[in-house]
């Protein structure tokens, strides 16, 4: 398989949040500001790199029957290194990502990859996979965090565009999470269709 | 009184799908029919409650007693997985009815975030069993007036001609944020 096209797939034709509709909480949840949105793109690239690599490594040894709680397993594992990592190193993302870094192990994605992807393929197109998948869906939660962050309250990743004033602060609350994401989908579509 | 400000609180002010963003992906996915809609909402509350109180005895008899909580996460998702199947299989048995009613909706319901983190937050915010499990019930009607509410207007919405791009998830979307603006005059309430 030609591997540059399959680490590419996740950014645009296969993105997880634009064309799938996978792992919304996180995107809805985190997606306050720039910064936030990036770090729980690569909190969870990570976790996707880690567990397509393993369950691919072990996908002969698991019976067929008890493959789903193996792959929850495998990803709960590394969602719980990648907590305390970040809880370590980096702890005031980890305090405003709060709830949503254990959740990781319930986004659909990580164990639709797993299942769909890594438990079919070898261990370095999984790998490749996961590293793009997660990528991509890292590029949609910046992306959308920069939005909410630009139009609420006049900032990207903490740098002042405009007085906080004129910001729309609904955007950075819960409803202009669902209003923003709503637009950026239907304007990703326009440009598909063109 | 702080049962009943746990329950407002729930069920309105800080509305599990609207303000948390827990459980999203059933709120867009099975809010085609208002009748999905509480089919689905019968099934979130039963194991949500249920693996509350199963979550709450792991955490109190288990990993605080050993000194293992960073193990959280891990025995959490794995009770719940396992939980909704057993949970499945009680049913059948016990109650064919019931079970028709809810069991297309139960193997979704592992993968729903806000069972999960209902769990985590019962534990974070040190409810006792009655207020944890006060809490899961409330937290779980919550999510059925946000459902159903939401199913209701996408029922109308089938006959709206929309533009193109526009059609599908992104109007289901844009019509959700409407409705947590809505939900947002609670805040302040308690």
């Known amino acids: ?194 | 009184m702080s049962y009943f400000i746990i329950i407002i609180s729930a069920i309105f002010v800080n509305n599990v799908v609207l303000a948390q963003f827990l459980g999203i992906c059933p709120f867009l996915g099975v809010s085609k029919k208002i009748s999905t809609g509480i089919g689905m909402t019968g099934a979130v509350t039963f194991v949500m409650v249920i693996a509350t109180i199963f979550t709450y005895f792991i955490q109190k008899l288990v990993l605080v007693p050993f000194g293992i909580t960073y193990l959280q996460t891990i025995s959490f998702i794995l009770v719940i997985a396992s939980l909704v199947q057993l949970v499945e299989i009680v049913l059948k048995k016990v109650s064919p009815p019931l079970y028709q009613a809810l069991g297309v909706f139960l193997p979704l319901i592992t993968t729903n975030c806000a069972i999960l983190g209902v769990a985590i937050m019962t534990v974070s915010k040190n409810y006792n069993l009655v207020e944890a499990v006060v809490f899961s019930a409330a937290t779980a009607i919550g999510f059925g007036v946000a459902l159903v509410s939401f199913a209701g207007i996408r029922e109308q919405l089938d006959l709206v001609d929309l533009p193109k791009g526009m059609q599908g998830a992104p109007i289901a979307l844009v019509i959700a944020g409407i409705l947590a603006l809505a939900f947002m005059g609670f805040a302040g309430l308690v």
């Open chain 1, 1 to 194: 398989m030609n591997q540059w096209k399959n680490f590419s797939k996740g950014f645009f034709k296969e993105n997880a949040i634009f064309s799938l509709l996978l792992g919304m909480c996180p995107t809805l949840g985190v997606t306050s500001s720039a910064e936030n949105g990036l770090g729980m793109g690569l909190a969870t690239t990570f976790v996707l790199v880690m567990a397509n690599l393993v369950v691919s490594v072990v996908k002969d040894f698991i019976p067929d029957k008890v493959r789903i709680p193996a792959f929850i397993l495998i990803i709960a594992t590394f969602v719980t290194i990648v907590e305390m990592i970040m809880q370590a190193y980096v702890p005031a993302l980890f305090e405003s990502l709060g709830l949503f870094i254990p959740l990781i192990v319930v986004n659909c994605l990580v164990l639709g990859r797993a299942e769909a992807f890594a438990s079919k393929n070898n261990v370095f197109s999984s790998i490749i996979d996961g590293a793009g998948m997660g990528l991509g869906f890292a590029m949609a939660l910046t992306m959308l965090g920069s939005i909410r962050e630009i139009l609420g309250s006049g900032k990207i990743f903490g740098i002042t565009l405009y007085p906080e004033d004129y910001g729309m602060l609904v955007f950075v609350l819960a409803p202009g999470a669902f209003i923003a994401l709503g637009y950026l989908i239907a304007l990703i579509n326009r440009l598909k269709k063109a």
